[in-house]
């Protein structure tokens, strides 16, 4: 059983658009987060759900919404895709404080 | 603020040769946590190591070591006679012992050569 599964795992789209990228963690975490991974292989938080608290980076536009319909999901929604947004996308998923981090095996965004 | 420093960008080593990976961290916090996380080219990003800060004790697992000091805030990891399948991306963290958020450090390649 996958622990922390993302979907889809690749998505191409155009500039514009509107996408979704759902995650799902079976480990019961009470924390989730997304983050950005840039060609260079930097990891930015973008978001972290702990609890029903959301903490947003004030870095990452608004056009990026974090959605979390129970403790076990946290979905990510794009408006407006543009080039820039094109990278990879992980969620994960904690015990709690201190924890270590648990992936999702990622999702490939490309923006045309 | 938190801040981890990996400066060595890409490494580049031959099979069988040790190699260590250097991390320096910031943080104001006493209480803090510290990670390695390894992303081999398949993409996925797979947990190491866990230290806390009131543990300075040394860490080894097979061919993988771990040296924290508090005094240079570093916290290096070892391979010892490294293999191809090291070749990976490896990331040092820092989380802070009240928050849910850990900073990331960009990461140093690793190449192993046959």
């Known amino acids: 059983d996958t622990a922390v599964s993302q979907t889809p795992k690749y998505l191409v789209t155009q500039m514009g658009n509107d996408k979704s990228i759902k995650c799902e963690q079976n480990?019961?975490?009470?924390?989730m987060y997304w983050y950005k991974q840039d060609s260079k292989k930097f990891l930015k938080i973008m978001f972290s759900y702990n609890n029903k608290e959301l903490i947003i980076n004030e870095t990452v536009p608004n056009r990026f919404s974090p959605k979390s319909p129970d403790k076990a999901h946290l979905n990510l929604h794009i408006n407006s895709l543009e080039l820039g947004d094109s990278a990879v996308y992980f969620c994960?998923?904690?015990?709690?404080?201190?924890?270590?981090?648990?992936f999702g095996e990622g999702s490939r965004l490309t923006v045309l | 603020a938190q801040k981890v420093t990996q400066a060595q960008t890409e490494i580049s080593v031959v099979e069988k040769e040790d190699v260590t990976l250097d991390c320096v961290y910031e943080t104001r916090d006493t209480t803090y946590y510290l990670f390695w996380y390894k992303q081999p080219p398949s993409g996925e990003l797979v947990f190491l190591i866990r230290r806390n800060s009131f543990d300075e004790q040394n860490e080894i697992s097979g061919r993988y070591s771990w040296n924290f000091q508090k005094s240079t805030s570093s916290f290096n990891f070892t391979i010892t006679a490294s293999q191809v399948v090291d070749s990976a991306v490896y990331f040092c963290a820092l989380m802070p012992g009240g928050s849910y958020i850990p900073t990331f450090g960009r990461g140093t390649s690793l190449i192993v050569h046959p």
């Open positions: 994960a998923s904690t015990t709690g404080k201190a924890g270590e981090l648990f």
């Open positions: 480990l019961g975490h009470d924390t």
